[in-house]
Every structure is written in C-alpha cells, then in structure tokens.
C-alpha cells in the first residue's frame, strides 16, 4: 500500500494511531469533530475501515507525528452502499495525491467487501473537495441545508464504485415515503401499481384506502400491518392481476401477538382473506419463493413486491413490505417506502441488495416466513 515515489504509504489504522488522528483532527477541522471515541470505535469495527497516509521520508516538518492524512469509511450493514465519513490532509501535505491516494484505496476496500455505492457529504463551500469528488466520479444527488455546526449546507454525492453485470433487469418506478410506520404495505403496492401505469397516483388517501382493506388489523402490539392477501385483493380491485406467493397456510404474523383475542382476530382476518381471493381469482402458491421466482415474475411483466425483515437494515426484527425495482447477477434492487428522518428520499430508492442478503432478508421471525404479492395490468 506503499507510494514510495509519491513520499507516503497507506496503511490501517491502530488505536496506537489515535492520538494522532485527534491532531489531524484538530487542525484540519474546526467543528463537527471526530472524538477520540469514535475513534477508537471505527479502528475496532467490523463495519468501518480507517486507513491513514503515513510519509517515508525522515523529515516530518516539526509536526508530532509522520501521519499526513486519514480517510474513513462506513460498510452499512445489509446494503451494498458505503459512506465516506471523513476525509482530512495535513495543510503542509496537500497537492500531493494523498487525498486521491486515499480515497481509491477506501473504494477499493469497499468494493472488495461487496459495496457497490460510494456516498458522501460535503460542505457546498468547500470548493476544493467538490472538485477532487467531482474528478473522481462523484456525482451530487442532493443537498442537506444547515447540516454543519456552523450552519453551512452539505452536498450529498454518490460514485459507483463496482459495476454489476449488464445482464440484468431495471424497471423505472416511483418512489413513495408512507405516512404512518405501519403503511409500508400501501406504499409498496403504490409504487408497484405505478411503475406498470404511470398515470397511477401514489397519494395519502390511496395509501390509507388500500391500509383499510389490507390489514390484518393487529400485530405486535400497534395497529395492523398489510396481509399479502389483502394487498393482492386491493391491486385486483384496482385492475391488475395479482399473484401471491406464500410458504405457509396458516395465519400469518400470529407469533409476535400475546393476546387470545388478537389472535383470534387475526385468524379470522386472514381465513376472510382467503376466501375473497378464491371468489375473486387471485391466484395464491403456498410455496417457498425463490430467487428465480423473482426473476420470472420481473421479465414476465410483474411488478413484485416482498415481505422481508428489516432486521438486516435497522436491526429490527419488523416485517416490512418493499418493492423489487430490479436484479442483476450481484442484487436485487428495492424501493423502501420507510425513510428515517437522517435519509434522504434517494437512500431508500433502488437499493442494492447482495443476493445471499436477499435470501436471508425475505425470511421473517422464527418459522421464516416468505411471502410476495406479484401485480400486473389486466391483459
């Protein structure tokens, strides 16, 4: 990891280093700081990689140490994105490439752990690094505005830092947030409806329409969240075909309700459910889905969406209704409807999901439920 010509190496960084960094830290940034905490918390985490610019040559310039910069990046858990959290270059070393230097190399880690997306913020006044991201293939996407301490805007850029195979499939798909924290399922079938017919509004009133017909009116011990049965109904009410795809019979999402009669309840629901789908021809498969299914469905002209769990996004264990946009031989893509008040609507849109996180994914609580609405226009 060596640059001998350009004077510098890279290489890891150690808690022995930390002492360093905070100098770094303190001379290259005057707010929004990296404590020696959060320090030591990103050298011994699995998710972070840290690497620093150290220079080879024996005159340090009167500076306490030989580290000449450092660069930080975050690996998010579950996704193929990663973040670039810092970037900082001793004034005395800059010009140099160190900069370059370390980003490529934080690329490259990234996309050795299977990332496919680099992002990033940085301040809309500082010229400098918006050209060097700029240079490197890094595109704005958005803006946060009084995102520093000291109240300057922050940019939002984005680089794709791996291609994936071109032997794949996109489908354009809107994105829509849901208004309510139990709504992913509405959400979900809005955006699936309007991929196949633009002229489809993804709006609140639909939104809670389609809740209203769909719930399974309890889970957990909020209201209701959407049975894969009522949203086939509400697509079919709509004018589109509608397929399920469940692996079990019985009456879903029962395990995480303590109470007799919710369960009850629920039961009833889902038997209620069913029945509506033989009389109305909603085609249902009690079986397990497979990523193949996907695919077929995806080519065949359905819009797809499945029930997953968010624990390998927020590590929560919640059952949540997402839209497939896309596949190649690296991901599925998703739309998730669910967006945290520290996202942006883009973080959330065609997100890249690696195929063995996929399958782990789309297997809920203990007995691994799998379940899939797959919607198409009437023909």
Known sequence: MSNPAAGFRIREAQLSDVANLLAIE???????????????????????????AEDLSEQTD????????????????????????????MPHARGRGIAQALLDKLEKHAAENGKLFMRLEVSS???????????????IFGEYCDYYQDHSD??????????????????????????????????????????LKPEQLCEQTLELDIWREATTIFMTTGHGGCHPFGLA????????????????ANPLFIDGVRTEHKKYIMT??????????????????????????VEDWLREGWAVLVLISTYRLDGKKAPHWVVVTG???????????????????????????????????????????RAAVAIRPVL
């Open 26 to 52: 303190q001379t290259c940034f005057s707010v929004d700081r990296l404590s020696k905490r959060s320090f030591r918390h990103h050298i011994q985490s699995e998710h972070s990689a840290l690497l620093l």
């Open 62 to 89: 009167g500076n306490p140490s030989n580290l000449l910069g450092y660069g930080l990046i975050w690996l998010h858990k579950g996704k193929r994105l990663s973040r670039l959290y810092s970037l900082a270059v």
């Open 125 to 139: 006044n500082n010229q400098s690094a918006i050209t060097l991201y700029k240079a490197r293939g890094y595109r």
């Open 154 to 195: 922050a940019l939002r850029m984005q680089k794709q830092i791996r291609t994936p195979s071109q032997n794949g499939f996109n489908r354009e798909t809107p994105w829509y947030k849901q208004s309510t924290e139990f709504n992913c399922g509405p959400a979900s079938l809005m955006m699936a409806m309007a991929s």
């Open 233 to 248: 109904l509400a697509a079919k009410q709509r004018g589109f075909d509608a397929n399920v795809m469940v692996n079990q």
């Open 268 to 293: 009833v629901v889902h038997e209620q459910f069913a029945h509506r789908c033989q009389e109305q021809g909603v085609d249902v498969h009690f079986d397990d889905l497979s990523q193949k299914q």
């Open 327 to 369: 596949m190649d031989d690296l991901c599925f893509y998703l739309h998730d409807p669910d967006c945290d008040d520290d996202q942006l609507p883009i973080d959330c849109q065609y997100m890249p999901i690696a195929r063995t996180d996929f399958d782990r994914m789309t297997a809920f609580g203990a007995r691994r439920l």
